[in-house]
């Protein structure tokens, strides 16, 4: 027994040594960890469980006969961050490049069945070459386990993927079916189909990282949620998000204490909001203002930035909250928008995290770009996504709420528990000047002074259906609050909400638009 336990113990030196020194020089020398820090790095010290370590495949031909390393290139298992349960599977790009084959999709495919049946979040690291070409079909089918895994898991476990290296072919839709994609500048790439076939097919010449990179990913394509310039960063980054999370959709997220006093007063918002409409301003400053220590954690914050989704916490509570953005396109609606806002909606919906909706909206883009690219069908998401969603819901109306837009930010109309509005607030079909132009266009026309009437009409119309308390007297705003109050009035709001329970008419699914 002492001998092979002895045995026992050289074998998982060897396993944890990794295949062998070049091969871990390698990985070095492209600025990359190696597997087993990159778990070290995610999971709380000394907590991993590693689940089939000796795994070899059993492929021949091609020389695979003759080399089977152990892990047959992915780890996997389980630990914890800050005390609650995480599985993982990682990549090690030092055996067959991290590629996919029978026994590793296998292993993937356990760890995979394992945290649904355990109700805990899964993150996988990602540095792989995609499907091992020498084992064929059977490694395109192992994607296809995982890809139906990951469907079976959506709104059930938070998934978030980790790009850590390149990701190419079906290797990218797996982080695409996920809830959080994380990449590292300049050492993780992910596309379809990679520069070579793209100059043979096209004629276009490109860099991996200019085809997609992390930036292209996080600014152009919207693939990717956050973007660092290190691992190390990264990965402290997915565990603060973590935190953020439920273990699963049966629980609510984990709350935590709170310093920051509930009823704190936010003076400085009557000075950060003009009162011009036309004026911009950073809604950002508003969130950080009224959330718990002024910390939140935004989603997608380099793409569609004319609108703002984050997750932050209210007297300790986790809260997703999505704002226009004023500072860009001034905070109007288009596709990319809707498709963010509507994405983060559902995700915080299956996650029993209750949704805060700062609206200043001046209505969707115009443009002929807009409307051929389909935008009535990418807003018709976002509205789905509130209309559909169970979670205590609470609009607060800043400045601008115009038309249809602003039936889609989660109005009264559509379900939202509580609405409430400051003072400068204007709710309207579209603005005076617009409005005026319609309705009083022969007057103007027949005036000796068409300009000075067309001021009067304006001031006329805006006293008569713009000023801040239309809604509230007609029961579309539940109350008009100083702004100082906001923080105060949203926490005791929510709490109140916590216990909400909404019934669901049954069906199979939806059919939302797409």
Same mark, same amino acid.
């Given at each position: 027994m002492r001998s092979q336990v002895e045995e026992l113990a050289g074998i998982r030196e060897r396993l944890l040594a990794g295949p062998s020194e070049k091969a871990t020089a390698a990985q070095k020398a492209k600025g990359k960890l190696t597997v087993r820090e990159r778990i070290g790095l995610l999971l709380d010290e000394g907590s991993f469980h590693e689940v089939e370590p000796l795994r070899r495949h059993r492929a021949t031909g091609f020389g695979l006969e003759a080399k089977k390393p152990y892990t047959d290139g992915v780890v996997t298992g389980w630990?914890?961050?800050? =005390?609650?349960? !995480?599985?993982?599977?990682?990549?090690?790009?030092? *055996?067959?490049?991290?590629? +996919? &084959?029978? %026994?590793?999709?296998?292993?993937?495919?356990?760890?995979?069945?394992?945290?649904?049946?355990?109700?805990?979040?899964?993150?996988?690291?990602?540095?792989?070459?995609?499907?091992?070409?020498?084992?064929?079909?059977?490694?395109?089918?192992?994607?296809?386990?995982?890809?139906?895994?990951?469907?079976?898991?959506?709104?059930?476990?938070?998934?978030?993927?980790?790009?850590?290296?390149?990701?190419?072919?079906?290797?990218?839709?797996?982080?695409?079916?996920?809830?959080?994609?994380?990449?590292?500048?300049?050492?993780?790439?992910?596309?379809?189909? =990679?520069?070579? !076939?793209?100059?043979?097919?096209?004629?276009?010449? *490109?860099?991996?990282?200019? +085809? &997609?990179? %992390?930036?292209?990913?996080?600014?152009?394509?919207?693939?990717?949620?956050?973007?660092?310039?290190?691992?190390?960063?990264?990965?402290?980054?997915?565990?603060?998000?973590?935190?953020?999370?439920?273990?699963?959709?049966?629980?609510?997220?984990?709350?935590?204490?709170?310093?920051d006093p509930a009823d704190r007063r936010c003076d400085t918002l009557a000075d950060l909001v003009p009162v011009d409409g036309n004026r911009p301003y950073d809604m950002t400053r508003v969130i950080e203002e009224i959330v718990d220590d002024g910390e939140y954690l935004e989603v997608h914050q380099r793409w569609a930035r004319n609108i703002i989704c984050a997750l932050a916490r209210l007297d300790g509570q986790v809260v997703g909250i999505v704002a226009n953005q004023p500072q860009t396109l001034a905070g109007v609606l288009d596709i990319e928008a809707s498709e963010k806002a509507a994405r983060f909606v559902q995700m915080c919906d299956a996650f029993s995290i209750p949704i805060v909706t700062l609206l200043d909206v001046p209505g969707f883009l115009p443009g002929v770009g807009q409307e051929h690219g389909g935008i009535i069908r990418h807003g018709a998401k976002l509205l789905y996504a509130y209309c559909d969603a169970t979670v205590p819901r609470i609009s607060l109306i800043l400045r601008k709420a115009y038309g249809g837009a602003y039936i889609v930010m989660d109005s009264q109309s559509i379900g939202a528990d509580l609405t409430y509005a400051w003072p400068t607030n204007e709710i309207a079909v579209m603005g005076a000047e617009g409005a005026a132009g319609v309705i009083f266009r022969r007057q103007i026309a027949e005036a000796d002074d068409p300009e000075a009437k067309r001021a009067e009409l304006v001031k006329e119309y805006k006293a008569e259906l713009m000023h801040p308390y239309y809604a509230a007297e007609r029961g579309l705003v539940d109350d008009v609050i100083d702004p100082a109050d906001t923080r105060r009035v949203l926490i005791g709001a929510l709490a109140m909400l916590r216990t909400k329970h909404a019934e669901r008419p049954a069906r199979k699914h939806g059919n939302p638009p797409q």
């Open positions: 630990g914890t961050v800050e =005390g609650r349960t !995480v599985f993982v599977y990682a990549h090690d790009f030092r *055996i067959f490049g991290g590629a +996919l &084959g029978e %026994a590793h999709a296998a292993k993937i495919h356990k760890i995979m069945d394992m945290a649904l049946a355990a109700g805990a979040p899964l993150v996988s690291l990602n540095d792989g070459a995609g499907a091992r070409i020498q084992e064929g079909v059977t490694a395109l089918a192992g994607y296809g386990g995982i890809f139906r895994r990951n469907t079976a898991a959506s709104g059930v476990i938070p998934q978030i993927s980790v790009m850590l290296g390149p990701c190419a072919g079906g290797a990218a839709y797996s982080p695409a079916l996920t809830d959080f994609v994380f990449m590292v500048r300049e050492t993780s790439q992910m596309f379809i189909t =990679g520069p070579d !076939v793209v100059k043979a097919v096209t004629g276009e010449e *490109i860099t991996q990282n200019g +085809l &997609g990179g %992390a930036d292209v990913h996080a600014e152009t394509s919207g693939v990717c949620h956050f973007a660092y310039d290190d691992e190390e960063t990264c990965l402290e980054e997915v565990r603060y998000l973590l935190s953020l999370l439920p273990r699963n959709n049966r629980e609510n997220p984990p709350p935590v204490p709170c310093d």
